[in-house]
Structures are given as C-alpha cells and as structure tokens.
C-alpha cells in the first residue's frame, strides 16, 4: 500500500454525485410506489397485472442500459445521453401521473429509456474525471456506490409517506421536478472530460485485466446472488420468532446498514493510499469464503446464541462486496478504451441477467435448499480465491 500524493477528488465529482443522488431517489421512489399506484381506485388494476408490469420494469433496465451506452459512445455522447435520459425520465413520470393506462404505459416506457441512457453513461462520465488520477479510482467508484444507496434509500423511504399524503399525481409530479433539477448540476459544468495519460491502444495485458475483471463480476453477483438465498432464509427465521429481541424489520436492514461505516473507511483509505486493484478483488473472494462459510455451518433452525455468527457474516459480506463492486468500475475505467466505456459498463450487467434467469429457472429447488445454494457459493468463492492467488502471483507486476 502506497501513499496517494498530489491527488484530490475534483469539484466536478461532487456536481456527478449530486446529480445521481437525485436521480436515484426519483427512479427508486417510482418503484417504492409503482404497484399501489396501480392497484389502486385511480387505476384499478388487477394486482397479478400490476406485479407482471412492475417486473417489467425492473427486468428492462439491463437491456434499456446497453442499449443507452451504445448511443451514448458512438452517437450522442456521454454528456447529452445522461441530459437526454434524465428530460425523457420526467416527461415518463409527468405522463404516468394522467390517470390513465395510455399515459401508464407510455410513461414506463419513456422512464426505462431514459434510465437506459441515463445510468451508463453517467458511469462512464464520473469514471473518465480520474483518468489522470488512477490512483483515486477505487475510492471514487466506492464514494459514487455510497451516494447512489443514500438517493435509494430517500426514495424509497421519503415517497411513499408523501403518497400517503398528498395523492399519487403530486408525487410523479415531485418526482419528475427531481429528474429535472438531477441535470442542473451537470449543465453548470462545462465538457471537460480529461484524457487519459497514455493513449492507447488496448494492449494484450490490457486486455487480459478487463476480461479477469468481467469474470471476477459475473462470477461475484452470481454467487452472491446464490448466498442471498441463505440470507433471506435465516431473516425469515428471525423476523419470525419471538425469541430474538432484535424488531422484525431491522432483520432486512442489516447488510446495507453494516455497508454504510465500510463504505466510509473506504473512502477515506482509499483516497489516501493505494493498493492494487487486483489485491482488493482477490480480498473480496476471500471475504466473501468466509461470509459463505459462516452461513453453511450455521444450523438449519438458528437459535439465540447464533445471531452473533449470522452478523459477522453479513460483516464479511459487506466488506466483500466493497473489495469487487466498486473496483470492477474502476479497473474497466482505467484499462478500458474511453471512447466505448459507457459499453462496457453496460455489459457488465449482463451477468446480472443471465444469473438472475437462472436462479428463476431452479427457484423452487434452491429456496427449498438454501444450504444447498450457500454450498455451491462457498465452493465457487474458495476456488476464484485461490485462482486469485495465483494470478496475482504469476502477474507480480498487475
């Protein structure tokens, strides 16, 4: 670990920031309210329509977002894709707010667009402001992640009170002002994205880095999706028992509430020493084996003295989770092509889809064998850990 000299985060990642705050908080307070929206006297859906659209929404995102990249990098650029994405988001929630199933539908489809062009691209942006500081890429993708989980949680949990209180059409109009003000941060800035130090073909052991890197993430989101399945098994357990002290709602709150004083030293670690990117990931793996085989040993019916083992792995798991999400940005972000990083960033949620499918295609097996799931998790943490250790060895010089 070495000493970060001479290297700040700009005022410019602060003005990127604040604009995805807000954009998330619109985005996640849409979602927050979207079913009781449908479902209720202002549309009367049935609830099994409304739930299938709603997963429609939430399932579009990943193609909306390749294909927002795609014309971000080599049609309008990255800058007016994200202002484009954002004006399209508030047109979708001005028009969702008509009450009716015409502006319902278009207004879905105008926000899953806009969302397309919006995420990627402002990914891409934030990433490019430290291409002459590569050493803050860590800290600035993990400081960007932190702040996009405040504007979820003020969306989720600010909206629906709002809802409740004044009427559904107020708050997509709130929303949409939201989308909107969410751009002016970004217009105030000029278009000074700067270039990278040495440009640049992408060489072979470039090349190498950025393919370890998509595995490193196909391989994490698929596993850690596979130890959720434990996760949610065991808060089940305790959100329903009496014996545990702890209140019922607190049991779903735990992972991101052990993430948030991680994120922060983080942060501050990373902002002033670096380490390499590689070493973070292979930790995360590491981590991430011990988190998994905390929960398989567990027993299947968990008792009162268990608890202390369940939120140590839910520590470990949310330092895992810091060591690979973040930096799988960052190293795309410095070994990457600046012109097609939108793109990439974007294929990066493809794993997400497919390992998703697939858990759906064996839901019914793994929900009735959590261990079994938490099992196949360990095996493949405990293999891409020691495949880490030896990449890192023969590539002393990563």
């Not at 779903?252 to 922060?264: C, D, W």
Request: aromatic share 14%; hydrophobic share 50%.
């Amino acid at each position: 670990m070495e000493k970060i000299i001479n290297q700040n985060h700009s005022k410019e990642t602060y003005y990127y920031i604040l604009s995805n705050i807000l954009e998330k908080a619109s985005y996640y307070g849409l979602r927050s309210i979207m079913v009781l929206y449908m479902i209720s006297e202002m549309l009367n859906m049935e609830r099994e329509d409304a739930f299938n659209l709603y997963g429609y929404l939430t399932s579009s995102y990943i193609i909306s977002q390749i294909l927002g990249a795609v014309l971000g990098d080599f049609l309008i650029g990255n800058k007016k894709a994200i202002i484009a994405g954002a004006l399209m988001q508030s047109i979708g929630l001005f028009s969702i707010c008509s009450a009716s199933l015409y502006g319902l539908y278009i207004g879905m489809f105008l926000v899953i667009i806009g969302n397309g062009l919006f995420i990627p691209n402002m990914l891409s942006n934030f990433g490019k402001l430290y291409l002459k500081k590569t050493k803050l890429l860590d800290a600035g993708f993990t400081l960007f992640n932190f702040t996009s989980s405040i504007g979820i949680v003020l969306g989720t949990v600010v909206i629906a009170p709002i809802a409740d209180t004044f009427g559904y059409k107020i708050v997509f109009i709130i929303l949409g002002i939201i989308t909107i003000l969410s751009i002016v941060p970004l217009l105030i800035l000029e278009e000074q994205i700067p270039a990278p130090e040495k440009q640049q073909k992408v060489e072979k052991s470039k090349k190498l880095k950025i393919i370890t890197t998509f595995v490193s993430a196909f391989l994490f989101l698929g596993l850690y999706q596979l130890g959720h399945i434990r996760i949610n098994d065991l808060q089940y357990v305790f959100e329903n028992s009496s014996i545990f002290l702890i209140p019922a709602s607190w049991w779903s709150s735990l992972l991101p509430a052990l993430s948030v004083p991680i994120s922060l030293f983080a942060i501050i670690l990373w902002s002033y020493f670096y380490s390499c990117q590689f070493s973070k990931l292979m930790l995360g793996f590491i981590f991430g084996t011990l988190s998994f085989g905390i929960l398989y040993l567990m027993p299947e019916v968990p008792t009162e003295q268990t608890i202390p083992l369940f939120l140590l792995s839910l520590l470990l798991l949310a330092i895992a989770d810091i060591h690979v999400k973040p930096v799988v940005y960052s190293i795309l972000t410095q070994y990457a092509n600046p012109k097609y990083l939108a793109t990439l960033m974007s294929l990066a949620y493809i794993p997400t889809l497919l390992l998703t499918a697939l858990v759906s295609f064996n839901q019914e097996y793994l929900f009735a064998n959590p261990t079994v799931s938490v099992l196949i998790g360990l095996i493949g943490m405990t293999i891409f850990s020691f495949s880490f250790m030896i990449f890192q060895k023969v590539n002393k010089s990563v």
